[in-house]
């Protein structure tokens, strides 16, 4: 079975931007989360999409957002990028919520 | 607020001895336990899980304790291989917190041959 796959792997965005990022979870998977990980804080859970509906949200703010198809695949937006917003940002899907999690090898942005 | 810390950021150990990884929580309400391993340019792969009905769950190498009273989980690797240096990352959930996963800061486990 093919694994989560992320794109792009590598971004670089100036303040103020906007960027896209796309996720396609493990096939048959339906719950799909999304991550912030920053140097010294772990992983910050931002948003979890099941059959195209966001269910679960972390606690950021609402430059933050996403949405997922109905092939499970999900997007997450940043809208007027920050500095602060630099990270690798992960994917991950389930069967459903509230268990383990397989991961996606991220996608490493970086806001001049 | 950290909810699931892991206060040791990095940890060497001879390979064929034991590595001990730990973490602490502060939310009684946790009751799922699971331990992640991050290879560089990877994305974090899953160990091994424990639910707070036990105290001790053993997968081939890897051995999750978890100790309630204390808030404190640990895992085990024996013996410690080279391959298995990554960063070692405990997370924790609960149906009381909406069953949403909380991360620690990862461990960075180097097994020197």
């Known amino acids: 079975k093919a694994g989560v796959t992320q794109t792009p792997r590598y971004l670089i965005k100036t303040r103020g931007q906007q960027v896209t990022l796309s996720c396609s979870p493990i096939?048959?998977?339906?719950?799909v989360s999304w991550y912030q990980q920053t140097p010294g804080q772990g992983l910050q859970f931002l948003f979890e999409?099941?059959?195209?509906?966001?269910?679960n949200k972390g606690n950021f703010p609402g430059r933050f957002s996403g949405r997922q198809f109905s092939n499970s695949r999900s997007e997450m937006n940043v809208s007027t990028l920050e500095l602060g917003d630099s990270a690798l940002y992960l994917c991950?899907?389930?069967?459903?919520?509230?268990?383990?999690?397989?991961f996606g090898p991220g996608t490493r942005l970086t806001v001049t | 607020d950290q909810q699931v810390k892991q206060n040791s950021p990095s940890l060497s150990v001879q390979e064929g001895r034991i590595s001990i990884l730990n973490c602490d929580y502060t939310?009684?309400?946790?009751?799922?336990f699971l331990w992640y391993k991050k290879y560089p340019a990877e994305g974090p792969t899953f160990l091994i899980s424990?639910?707070?009905?036990?105290d001790k769950n053993e997968d081939g190498r890897f051995t999750v304790f978890l100790n309630k009273s204390a808030k404190h989980l640990s895992l085990h690797i024996v013996p410690s291989q080279p391959g298995d240096s990554a960063v070692y990352f405990c997370?924790?959930?609960?149906?009381?917190?909406?069953?949403?996963?909380?991360f620690g800061t990862g461990t960075s486990l180097t097994v020197i041959p």
């Open positions: 991950a899907s389930s069967l459903r919520w509230g268990i383990e999690q397989y």
């Open positions: 096939s048959g998977h339906r719950s």
């Open positions: 999409y099941f059959s195209e509906t966001q269910r």
């Open positions: 939310n009684s309400m946790f009751d799922y």
């Open positions: 424990i639910s707070s009905i036990k």
């Open positions: 997370a924790a959930s609960g149906s009381g917190t909406g069953n949403q996963f909380y």
